[in-house]
C-alpha cells in the first residue's frame, strides 16, 4: 500500500482514538452523580474513576482518583494541567497516526495479512497511550505545585497511567481502521505474502523471544527486581529512579513457590510460557506478512508482538485471580495496559535482533552470483 492510501486509514484511526478517549475523559463527570455508586457500587466507581482519570481535563475528577501522578488539581496550576493534557491529546494522534501509518504500509489489510494488521494496530494503541502520557507527564506534575518532590517515581505512575480504558479503545480503533484500510486498499498495488524461509525464520523468532525472556524470566524475578530498583541512586530531584528504571525493564513479577500454593504458582508460571510463545508466534510471522522486510517494521512489529503478549497473559490471569466476590467486576481489567513501557524496550530490543537475524542468514544463503566466461 502506497503512503498516500495509507494515510486515509491511520489518520482516520488517530482521530478516532483521540476523540474515543477526549469523550472517555470528559464522561468521568458521570461517576460523581449520587445515584452511580448505589448502581455500580463503591468498588466499581473508584476503579473507573481510576481508568478515566488520565484522559479528563477537569481537575475534580482527580479529588477521588489519581491520574498516575499522584497529584490533585490545584487551582492556581489549572493552565498547566489543560496545557498538559493538549500535549498529551496530541502526542496520542500524532504517535498513533504515525505508528498505524508504518503498519498499514508495510502491512496492508489484504491478501490474509486482515488478522495481523487488526492486531498489530490493537496493540499500537495502547503504546501510543502510554507515550503520549510519558510526553505530557512533567505538565500535570507541575500542575500540582509540587514539581520538584519525588518527581522521578511520579514520572513513573503518570507514564503508566493510561489503563485499560486505552486498551479497549485501541480495539474499537482497530476494527474501524482495518475496515477504512480495506476499503483504500487495492489489491492490484499490494504482493502477495511473500514465503520465508523457514530456519532463518524460526532463529530470528527464537532469538527476538529470548530478548523478551529475559525480562520475563530474568529480571522479574523478585530478588532481581529488588536489585534493579535499588541498584541505582541519585540526589535532589533526580533522586530516586528505581521506580522509572523498573517500568521501562521489568515485565511482570514472579517467586519461588514457597510463598504459595505449587498448583497455583505453576498455573501463572504457564501463562508466562505462553507469553513467550505468543512473542515467538508473532515474530515467526511477521516476516511473511510484511511486504518489504525493513527495520523500522520489524521494530514496530516486535513492539506489537510483545504488547500482544502482554496482554494474553494478563487476559489469562483474570480467572486465575478471582477477585470478583471482592472488588467487583470492573476489577477483572484492572491490570490492562500495565508495563507498556517495559514491553515497548524489550519489544524494540527483540525485533532489532530478529531484523539483523534475518538479514544475517539471508546473506548467507544467498548464492553468490557467477561470472560469465567469456566466449
Known amino acids: 500500500m502506497t503512503y498516500r492510501r495509507a494515510a486515509i486509514p491511520a489518520l482516520t484511526g488517530a482521530v478516532l482514538i483521540t476523540l474515543l478517549l477526549w469523550w472517555a ?26 481508568w478515566l482519570a488520565p484522559w479528563a481535563y477537569d481537575p475534580s475528577v482527580l479529588t477521588s482518583a489519581g491520574d498516575g501522578t499522584g497529584v490533585i488539581g490545584t487551582p492556581d ?30 502491512m496492508p489489510p489484504s491478501h490474509g495479512r486482515t488478522p495481523g494488521t487488526l492486531l ?76 520465508v524461509p523457514a530456519r532463518p525464520a524460526r532463529l530470528a523468532a527464537s532469538l527476538g523471544t529470548a530478548v523478551v525472556a529475559v525480562s520475563l524470566l530474568v529480571l522479574s524475578y523478585d530478588r532481581v527486581a529488588a536489585r534493579v530498583h535499588t541498584a541505582f541512586s541519585g540526589s535532589g530531584r533526580l533522586s530516586e529512579p528505581g521506580d522509572l528504571l ?44 510484511l511486504t518489504r522486510v525493513t527495520f523500522p517494521a520489524m521494530a514496530v512489529g516486535g513492539v506489537c508482538a510483545t504488547v500482544l503478549a502482554l496482554l494474553a497473559g494478563q487476559i489469562l490471569r483474570i480467572p486465575l485471580d ?45 548464492p553468490t552470483p557467477q561470472p560469465v566466461p567469456a566466449a
Open 120 to 195: 498489530a494496530l490493537w496493540a499500537w494503541g495502547p503504546v501510543a497511550g502510554t507515550l503520549a502520557a510519558a510526553v505530557s507527564a512533567p505538565w500535570l506534575i507541575a500542575s500540582g505545585g509540587q514539581g520538584g518532590y519525588r518527581f522521578l517515581p511520579r514520572l513513573a505512575a503518570g507514564i503508566e497511567s493510561s489503563g485499560p480504558v486505552a486498551v479497549l479503545v485501541a480495539l474499537l480503533t482497530a476494527g474501524l481502521t482495518v475496515l477504512v484500510g480495506r476499503v483504500v486498499a487495492k489489491d492490484g498495488e499490494t504482493p502477495p505474502r511473500s514465503p
Open 77 to 106: 496550576y489549572s493552565d498547566l494541567r489543560r496545557t498538559g493534557m493538549q500535549i498529551r491529546f496530541v502526542a496520542l494522534f500524532v504517535l498513533y497516526g504515525a505508528g498505524a501509518l508504518l503498519l498499514l504500509r508495510r
Open 246 to 289: 523498573r517500568q521501562w525493564l521489568i515485565l511482570g513479577g514472579w517467586t519461588g513457590p514457597g510463598s504459595t500454593g505449587f498448583g497455583d504458582w505453576l498455573a501463572y508460571r504457564l501463562v508466562d510460557v505462553l507469553m513467550l510463545a505468543v512473542v515467538w508466534w508473532a515474530l515467526r510471522l511477521l516476516p511473511g506478512l
Open 25 to 50: 475523559g470528559a464522561s468521568a463527570h458521570v461517576l460523581q452523580l449520587q445515584g452511580a455508586t448505589r448502581v455500580l457500587g463503591i468498588e466499581s466507581v473508584l476503579e473507573l474513576r481510576r
Open 322 to 366: 478471582d477477585t470478583l466476590s471482592v472488588w467487583g467486576p470492573t476489577h477483572f481489567l484492572a491490570t490492562l495496559g500495565t508495563h507498556i513501557p517495559a514491553a515497548l524496550t524489550f519489544g524494540t530490543l527483540a525485533g532489532t535482533v530478529s531484523y539483523a537475524t534475518l538479514r544475517l542468514t539471508s546473506e548467507r544463503t544467498t
